[in-house]
């Protein structure tokens, strides 16, 4: 029969891991064997009082003592909670056709019935067991079916049930009694482990060292146990491939090379599209149909996904679902919880945005907000001493840069005393006419202080300003959320330098859209666009990075005529 390899490869590991719970127990009641003997030897007569009364009751006191830790720790590892994937359940009534699937493919396998059927906002499927730890030992249920939300809307119905054939299979050495044992036995480590850490942090010094000895304890048993689980498992997987073997094996390679390129538009849509929209307080309604839209998109441009147009005339995965729509909006929720620490439920600052109107209530609000600190910022950091003394030694008739540094204290504050810097003649030494005018948010602004040096202190203080904004976001959702807060961290950090060159973009969006009829759009692969003369235009980051850098606004000035925006127009800000 197929899958009896594996089946005892597996079924070898898992009685070793038996064994080491075994030893363990061993281990744990010998004392008590030895206080049970020596009470009975006393107890008939075979030793006398004296010095084995003191042995006697040493080991029948050190035995209790064993005994009582023994039995806390193996209560924690039996009650212990084992980690719970974040999912959706998917109940029969709610999708007829996609049980209808797995229990043909459990049927066909030869295999028990997966207990439930769960989406999670991840490009993988896998089987988990959905059973409380504690009680329930002699039924043994068979675990629930965790599916890749992006496989359903991406996938054609062949294609998915190629991909889950050997996933369903693994139903068959889950029943198995010894593997099944083994894996609770495991579960209940690692969930005491994580139980003792919180416990570390949470509890009072005086029961940190118990909560210590509980880690140290379970951490050796799963040092002890790591090998055994690690080859049990490849038996698992050889075994439930080799059944699969017989179920649409000719469609899996084709739906594993879908698996990849769903990942990369899965990624691109959530670092890309979905994270901009989350940092707003919106969050996409519709996500799994947008990946659907971004690998069109990348299949457009880059021909990754061959014969597409085929594919579009076969059945989508999702018609397996009775309200596609409803099941989307769930993961699409879900989805802003694990990757961002969103709230668990909608308010005034969550709510769900569609596509339609993500350009309006996300692109926009993003650009006028950003334009919006930058404009902040500019009031804040003083312009450059350069950008000054070039001021002073031309508008005023006082000493040129040069001669700054000898003028000493009291020269000095004359130079950066004043709020307004203004330069109303030419330039001097290459650095552009200065108008810095608090308060005022227009473009011209921005280039002309960028261009006259300075864009350090201007980065740090917009990378200090977005670092305290997110800490201020950061415990407000963590308290509305049910989990960690984040649980993924979608991209690193931005830099101040890459901050500023955001914010300096999206003042040129904004002066694009006020002055220029431009407007704000959707690339289902780069996020927010600009869109002018409905196409989009992905040309500004150059010339924003070469202002930002070096200081050189010659190709956004090309830029900005070519559009024709007008840089010395007052933009709206948030």
Known sequence: ??????????????????????????????????????????????????????????????????????????????????????????????????????????????????????????????????????????????????????????????????????????????????????????????????????????????????????????????????????????????????????????????????????????DRLLTRVALPAWRMGRWPSRLDAGVVAALTELSRRDRLADGFETRLSERPACDLLEEPGVVDEAVSLLAARLFHGGPCRTGPDWAPVSWARYPEEVVDRIWRAEAARLVQVLDEVRPGARALAAEAGVAGGGPTPEAAPALGARGRGLLLGGRTARRTAGDLDGVPALRDEPGRATLARVIERLAAGGSEELAARIGALVAQDEAVAAPAEGAAAEIPTPVYQLMPPRTGRELLADHVTAMVCCAAVDTAGAGAGLDWLDGPALVVDGARRGDLSWPVLRLVENGDAAPLRAWLSAIGVHAEKSVRLA
């Open 1 to 266: 029969m197929a899958g009896e390899a594996g089946e005892a490869v597996a079924r070898t590991r898992a009685l070793a891991v038996l064994r080491i719970r075994g030893a363990a127990l061993g281990a744990v009641l010998l004392p008590a064997a030895a206080a049970v003997v020596l009470q009975a030897a006393r107890a008939t007569g075979r030793i006398d009082g004296g010095v084995w009364d003191g042995v006697r009751w040493g080991v029948t006191g050190a035995a209790l003592v064993v005994l009582a830790v023994a039995a806390a720790v193996a209560a924690v590892i039996v009650r212990a909670r084992p980690a719970v994937s974040p999912a959706v359940p998917v109940s029969k009534s709610a999708a007829p056709d996609l049980h209808r699937m797995v229990q043909d493919l459990a049927d066909k396998l030869q295999v028990p019935l997966p207990s439930g059927i769960e989406l999670t906002p991840d490009c993988d499927s896998w089987l988990e067991d959905r059973r409380p730890a504690a009680g329930d030992a002699e039924r043994r249920p068979a675990p629930v079916l965790v599916i890749g939300s992006p496989f359903l809307w991406w996938m054609r119905v062949a294609e998915l049930r190629a991909l889950l054939a050997p996933v369903v299979a693994g139903t068959g050495a889950a029943a198995d009694p010894e593997i099944y044992a083994a894996r609770r036995f495991v579960r209940g480590l690692d969930a005491a482990v994580g139980v003792a850490a919180q416990g570390r942090q949470r509890h009072s010094v005086l029961l940190r060292p118990a909560y210590g000895f509980l880690g140290w304890a379970t951490r050796l048993l799963l040092r002890g146990c790591s090998a055994h689980v690690a080859e049990m498992e490849r038996g698992v997987a050889a075994s439930a491939s080799e059944r699969a073997q017989a179920v649409d094996y000719g469609l899996r390679i084709v739906a594993q090379e879908q698996v990849g390129l769903a990942y990369a538009g899965w």
